[in-house]
């Protein structure tokens, strides 16, 4: 497991410890504040001493999600202490209710438009973020991404995108002045490690859908005549603060469709480690031409369980399949 780079977590445990210093200063020391400075310098020593990630009791690596998530943690999950253990299954359910609330209705009409996902976490809560937002003019925006890493941070990143599109969307900017703009956000808020594979859309009730696909597996146009893919047009959003996004501009038939899919779906893996693969879902989308949107997302979820043949997934699993109704 690979473990956290030590320079920014003790840039942060110093600062920390500064931001504790201080506040002592003012108040005094509370036994609470006492405590904390009392963690954050056996931290520091755990970095000098070479240490810091790993378990206390086993000395194995603590997962990388939980200490980004708190870079004081000192035990990995299997050796957590009890009260720990507890409140950890709280905090993780808190979670996940969270963040089952901040996502859109899973079937959705807009003018000339239906829309359908599936959302299955790998765990209680996922880095997968999903959305879709529509406008007074009737066009609507539609989001599908991937955040690095799995877990409580993920889902930490996953509710931060969720508001910055949301708020971004307001203004209706063009999709490749919105995609700038959240790239620099996230950029700017996050850690350098963090990023997101993104697909952005933006669909007008006349049949066009202009497209930013930001470093994510190629979605995938469904019309009578075949299956089209759409390439990525950028780098993953928040990799760097000056990114540009160039974007695809497509019009959709009555009957066609866009799916678009995390990476969880393409590389889920049967009993031999074969990959499940673009090429297997793009055949099972073939044939879906002219289906609701439910009915397409649902063919290819049996068609991936089939194949996983009850293996366990190793990551979230997001499809969302978007249909042209009307003329």
């Not at 603590?62 to 709280?90: G, H, K, M, T, Y």
Request: aromatic share 6%; glycine share 8%; charged share 25%.
């Amino acid at each position: 497991m690979e473990q956290v780079s030590v320079f920014p977590v003790r840039e942060q445990l110093i600062d920390r410890r500064q931001r504790l210093e201080h506040e002592i200063g003012r108040v005094g020391p509370l036994p609470d504040l006492a405590h904390l400075l009392k963690e954050v310098d056996a931290a520091l020593a755990r970095v000098s001493a070479g240490t810091y990630g790993l378990c206390e009791t086993c000395g194995a690596p603590i997962e990388r999600d939980r200490l980004i998530a708190d870079p004081l943690v000192r035990f990995c999950l299997d050796d957590l202490p009890p009260s720990e253990q507890r409140a950890l299954e709280r905090d993780l359910l808190l979670a996940a209710d969270i963040q089952r609330a901040l996502l859109p209705p899973a079937d959705a009409s807009f003018d000339g438009w239906r829309l359908n996902y599936i959302y299955r976490p790998y765990r209680l809560v996922s880095g997968d973020y999903c959305d879709h937002v529509s406008t007074p003019s009737g066009d609507f925006y539609f989001m599908l991404g991937d955040v690095t890493g799995k877990g409580v941070a993920a889902s930490m990143l996953m509710a931060h995108l969720h508001a910055m599109f949301r708020a971004l969307v307001l203004a209706r900017p063009s999709l490749d002045v919105l995609m700038e703009r959240a790239s620099r956000a996230f950029c700017e808020s996050t850690l350098p490690t963090h990023y997101a594979t993104l697909v952005c859309g933006r669909a007008t009730t006349t049949g066009d859908v202009e497209l930013c696909n930001a470093g994510h597996p190629s979605p995938l146009v469904v019309r009578a005549s075949g299956i089209e893919t759409v390439e990525s047009t950028g780098l993953p959003l928040g990799m760097f603060s000056s990114e540009q996004f160039g974007t695809t501009r497509l019009h959709l038939d009555p009957g066609d469709a866009l799916l678009i899919f995390t990476d969880g779906v393409v590389e889920a893996e049967d009993a031999a480690g074969t990959q499940y693969g673009v090429e297997r879902i793009a055949r099972v989308a073939t044939g879906a031409h002219g289906l609701e949107p439910a009915a397409l997302v649902d063919s290819c979820s049996r068609d991936l369980a089939a194949f996983v043949n009850g293996r366990p997934y190793a990551d979230d699993v997001t499809m969302m399949a978007l249909r042209r109704t009307a003329a």
